[in-house]
């Protein structure tokens, strides 16, 4: 079989937190899980490689209270969090730790709306005193971001475009979403199927897709702020930072 990135290992990153503003909000849990290798076309082998997969999780107590919006979403009250969540020092380190040996390894890191993920990471690591995932990995992050791939792919497609309804795009399984684990395999698996259905996707070499992603993303927010605009409603909080928001002030 032709090996492309999508077929190699992969490893798949996400965060379920306090809330939607990856500056001041924080962490309360993450999962980080590695995908083998698909080893052949057959079709039994490729559903293997779905559930022989390596998982990494936390539970964090993030030291503030958790809106009860939140924990709607992803199930984890303030009450829960502090009887079953470690400090959230400890827990943002792990997982800078383990993330960063894949990276090291040169693994690429697939997540969905990856300035999000990364930027909320990145945060919590300054706001601990620790050193940055790319400090701790001695290099920068491969990053596939299936949510910039699809609307690269399929521009004119309408209806949302969240985890949830690529995953229904796509083909892909999604069982409880907004749980981390879930959510990070659906990402991985969105990711291998838009590669799988798109050649000129599959067919880049990741460093090259990386930094395609980063002039793709610029793009799509400008199109974002442009629509916007023309309909008179607030473009303020639109960027085009990918797949790290740089950083300026923490909120404490």
Request: aromatic content about 6%; glycine content about 8%; cysteine-free.
């Amino acid at each position: 079989m032709s090996r492309f990135w999508h077929t190699e290992p992969l490893v798949g990153f996400d965060i379920e937190s306090t809330g939607i503003n990856p500056e001041s909000d924080r962490i309360v849990t993450a999962a980080v899980l590695r995908v083998g290798p698909q080893r052949s076309d057959n079709a039994e082998d490729n559903a293997i490689r779905w559930k022989a997969v390596d998982r990494y999780g936390w539970v964090a107590d993030p030291g503030v209270e958790i809106p009860e919006a939140a924990a709607a979403v992803h199930g984890i009250t303030t009450e829960r969090a502090r009887m079953i969540g470690r400090s959230a020092r400890r827990v943002v380190q792990e997982i800078a730790i383990t993330l960063a040996e894949h990276v090291d390894e040169g693994t690429p890191i697939v997540t969905m709306n990856a300035p999000y993920d990364f930027t909320m990471l990145d945060r919590e690591l300054r706001r601990h005193g620790h050193p940055t995932l790319a400090e701790l990995a001695g290099r920068e992050p491969i990053v596939v971001d299936p949510l910039v791939l699809d609307r690269q792919v399929d521009r004119y497609r309408r209806g949302k475009r969240n985890l949830g309804a690529l995953s229904e795009h796509y083909g892909v399984r999604l069982d409880g979403a907004h749980e981390a684990a879930a959510d990070a395999l659906a990402a991985v698996r969105v990711s291998v199927e838009i590669a799988t259905r798109y050649p000129a996707v599959r067919e880049t070499p990741l460093a090259e897709l990386h930094v395609l992603q980063q002039g793709w993303a610029r793009k799509q927010a400008d199109g974002l702020r442009e629509y916007l605009a023309a309909r008179g409603r607030d473009a303020s909080g639109v960027h085009g930072h990918w797949p790290l928001i740089p950083r300026q002030g923490v909120a404490k």
